[in-house]
Protein backbone atom coordinates (compact mmCIF):
# COMPACT_ATOMS: atom_id res chain seq x y z
CA UNK A 1 0.00 0.00 0.00
CA UNK A 2 2.70 2.76 0.97
CA UNK A 3 4.76 1.32 -2.05
CA UNK A 4 1.68 2.09 -4.58
CA UNK A 5 1.12 5.27 -2.91
CA UNK A 6 4.57 6.59 -3.12
CA UNK A 7 4.52 5.49 -6.73
CA UNK A 8 1.62 7.23 -7.59
CA UNK A 9 3.20 10.68 -5.53
CA UNK A 10 5.99 10.15 -7.84
CA UNK A 11 4.42 10.16 -11.16
CA UNK A 12 1.98 12.70 -10.14
CA UNK A 13 5.36 14.72 -9.25
CA UNK A 14 6.94 13.75 -12.29
CA UNK A 15 3.92 14.76 -14.61
CA UNK A 16 3.51 18.14 -12.62
CA UNK A 17 7.48 19.00 -13.34
CA UNK A 18 7.34 17.88 -17.28
CA UNK A 19 4.01 20.00 -17.53
CA UNK A 20 6.03 22.98 -15.90
CA UNK A 21 8.41 22.22 -18.25
CA UNK A 22 6.41 22.52 -21.43
CA UNK A 23 4.37 25.43 -19.95
CA UNK A 24 8.08 27.04 -19.80
CA UNK A 25 9.17 26.21 -23.24
CA UNK A 26 5.92 27.41 -24.68
CA UNK A 27 6.22 30.52 -22.72
CA UNK A 28 9.74 31.32 -23.71
CA UNK A 29 8.99 30.82 -27.24
CA UNK A 30 6.65 33.16 -27.36
CA UNK A 31 8.95 35.77 -25.99
CA UNK A 32 11.26 34.73 -28.38
CA UNK A 33 8.57 35.10 -31.29
CA UNK A 34 7.49 38.26 -29.91
CA UNK A 35 11.42 39.75 -29.58
CA UNK A 36 12.09 37.90 -33.19
CA UNK A 37 9.24 39.71 -35.05
CA UNK A 38 9.59 42.94 -33.45
CA UNK A 39 13.64 43.24 -34.08
CA UNK A 40 12.87 42.49 -37.98
CA UNK A 41 9.65 44.72 -38.58
CA UNK A 42 12.19 47.55 -37.31
CA UNK A 43 15.25 46.36 -38.97
CA UNK A 44 13.31 46.28 -41.98
CA UNK A 45 11.17 49.81 -41.28
CA UNK A 46 14.82 51.42 -40.96
CA UNK A 47 16.07 49.96 -44.21
CA UNK A 48 18.83 48.23 -42.52
CA UNK A 49 20.32 44.79 -43.77
CA UNK A 50 20.53 42.06 -41.00
CA UNK A 51 24.93 42.99 -41.97
CA UNK A 52 24.53 46.37 -40.71
CA UNK A 53 22.42 45.64 -37.56
CA UNK A 54 25.73 42.70 -36.88
CA UNK A 55 28.04 45.67 -37.18
CA UNK A 56 26.12 48.09 -35.23
CA UNK A 57 25.55 45.83 -31.73
CA UNK A 58 28.97 43.81 -31.79
CA UNK A 59 27.71 40.43 -33.36
CA UNK A 60 27.79 38.28 -36.52
CA UNK A 61 25.44 38.09 -39.02
CA UNK A 62 24.16 34.67 -37.90
CA UNK A 63 23.54 35.98 -34.50
CA UNK A 64 21.13 38.07 -35.91
CA UNK A 65 19.61 36.15 -38.46
CA UNK A 66 19.08 33.53 -35.49
CA UNK A 67 17.75 36.14 -33.49
CA UNK A 68 14.69 37.23 -36.06
CA UNK A 69 14.23 33.60 -36.65
CA UNK A 70 13.50 33.02 -33.32
CA UNK A 71 16.18 30.64 -32.70
CA UNK A 72 17.56 32.52 -30.46
CA UNK A 73 17.12 35.59 -28.04
CA UNK A 74 19.88 38.43 -27.72
CA UNK A 75 21.96 38.37 -24.98
CA UNK A 76 21.05 41.58 -22.58
CA UNK A 77 23.66 43.79 -23.70
CA UNK A 78 22.59 43.07 -27.37
CA UNK A 79 19.25 43.86 -26.44
CA UNK A 80 20.33 47.14 -25.02
CA UNK A 81 22.28 47.95 -28.33
CA UNK A 82 19.88 46.69 -30.14
CA UNK A 83 17.54 48.93 -28.54
CA UNK A 84 19.78 51.90 -28.55
CA UNK A 85 20.37 52.30 -32.42
CA UNK A 86 16.54 50.91 -33.03
CA UNK A 87 15.53 54.28 -30.81
CA UNK A 88 13.08 52.10 -28.84
CA UNK A 89 13.72 50.69 -25.21
CA UNK A 90 14.55 47.59 -24.43
CA UNK A 91 11.25 46.87 -22.75
CA UNK A 92 9.14 47.57 -25.90
CA UNK A 93 11.76 45.07 -27.76
CA UNK A 94 10.71 42.45 -24.83
CA UNK A 95 7.44 43.32 -24.70
CA UNK A 96 5.74 45.24 -26.96
CA UNK A 97 4.37 47.44 -24.06
CA UNK A 98 4.68 51.40 -24.52
CA UNK A 99 5.21 53.33 -27.49
CA UNK A 100 8.59 51.91 -28.28
CA UNK A 101 10.19 55.39 -28.26
CA UNK A 102 13.03 55.86 -25.75
CA UNK A 103 13.43 59.00 -24.49
CA UNK A 104 15.01 61.73 -26.03
CA UNK A 105 18.04 62.53 -23.73
CA UNK A 106 21.44 63.59 -25.35
CA UNK A 107 23.84 60.50 -24.84
CA UNK A 108 21.02 58.49 -27.10
CA UNK A 109 20.29 61.31 -29.45
CA UNK A 110 24.31 61.09 -30.01
CA UNK A 111 24.53 57.78 -29.89
CA UNK A 112 21.86 57.02 -33.19
CA UNK A 113 23.84 59.72 -34.62
CA UNK A 114 26.93 57.33 -33.99
CA UNK A 115 25.03 54.37 -35.54
CA UNK A 116 23.65 56.60 -38.11
CA UNK A 117 26.89 57.96 -39.50
CA UNK A 118 28.67 54.71 -39.12
CA UNK A 119 25.92 53.00 -41.67
CA UNK A 120 26.52 55.66 -44.00
CA UNK A 121 30.07 56.13 -44.03
CA UNK A 122 31.40 52.28 -43.28
CA UNK A 123 33.07 53.83 -40.56
CA UNK A 124 32.77 51.34 -37.06
CA UNK A 125 30.56 52.83 -34.59
CA UNK A 126 34.06 52.92 -32.32
CA UNK A 127 35.87 55.04 -34.79
CA UNK A 128 33.78 57.52 -34.71
CA UNK A 129 34.11 60.67 -32.20
CA UNK A 130 31.24 63.23 -31.87
CA UNK A 131 32.11 66.69 -30.66
CA UNK A 132 29.12 68.51 -29.18
CA UNK A 133 29.32 72.33 -28.66
CA UNK A 134 26.34 73.91 -27.57
CA UNK A 135 25.99 77.91 -27.32
CA UNK A 136 23.67 80.41 -26.32
Same mark, same amino acid.
Do not use: F
Given at each position: ?????LSFLYLTVKWNLSYL? $??DQL???KIKMTVAQRITEIRQARGWSMTEVANL?? $?TTSAV???EAGNSIPRQESLEKIARIFGVTKAF???GEGSGEAPQDVLGI???AKSQLSLATGVAV???VLDLRISA
Open positions: MIIAQT $VIYMETG $VSNWLETLSRDQI
